[in-house]
C-alpha cells in the first residue's frame, strides 16, 4: 500500500518554484537580447551615414591625441570647448 501525503514534500514545491523561476530567466534574457539587436540595428543605420563616421572617426582620433588632451586640462572648463 502505498502512503498518501495530505501535502506535497517540500522538495516538491521547491522544484516547482525554481520551474517558474527559468521561465521569468528566459524572458529577461530575450528582452535583453532583442534590447541589444535594436541597439545594434540603430548603429548599423546610422555607422552608413557619412556624417556619423565623421563623428566617430573625430572622437576616435581626439582620443588618441595626447595634446588634445593638455588642451583641455589647461582651458577654464576643461569638459566643455569653446571656438568662437
Partial sequence: ???????P???ALRAAARRGEEG???AEYTVGTLG???LAG???HLGADDWFLDIVRDIILRALD???FLDLLGSPRPYFR???
Avoid: F, G
Fill in 1 to 7: 500500500m502505498s502512503k498518501s501525503h495530505p501535502h
Fill in 9 to 11: 514534500p517540500r522538495a
Fill in 24 to 26: 521569468m530567466t528566459t
Fill in 36 to 38: 541589444a539587436c535594436t
Fill in 42 to 44: 540603430v548603429l548599423a
Fill in 66 to 68: 595626447p595634446t588634445a
Fill in 82 to 84: 569653446y571656438t568662437p
